[in-house]
């Protein structure tokens, strides 16, 4: 599988929007079209969280 390109800063704004805006991991994957391993080592760097995903039974 291709990997995508680096991360632009229009892209580290919207993920900074999205935890601000309480997203979770899974949504904001499904929604950028990263990897969830790629939005952690990012969001680290950028020092935001997401909220935990729900507790699957």
């Known amino acids: ?3 995508k390109p680096s991360w632009s800063f229009a892209e ?3 993920l900074i929007e999205l935890a601000r ?4 991991l899974d949504e ?4 950028t079209g990263r990897k ?3 939005i952690k080592k990012v969001a680290l760097r950028l020092g ?3 909220k935990p995903d729900a507790k699957k039974e």
């Open 1 to 3: 599988m291709a990997q």
């Open 21 to 24: 805006a309480s997203k979770s």
């Open 48 to 50: 935001i969280s997401f």
């Open 12 to 14: 580290q704004r919207r």
């Open 36 to 38: 969830p391993g790629s």
């Open 28 to 31: 904001v994957a499904k929604l």
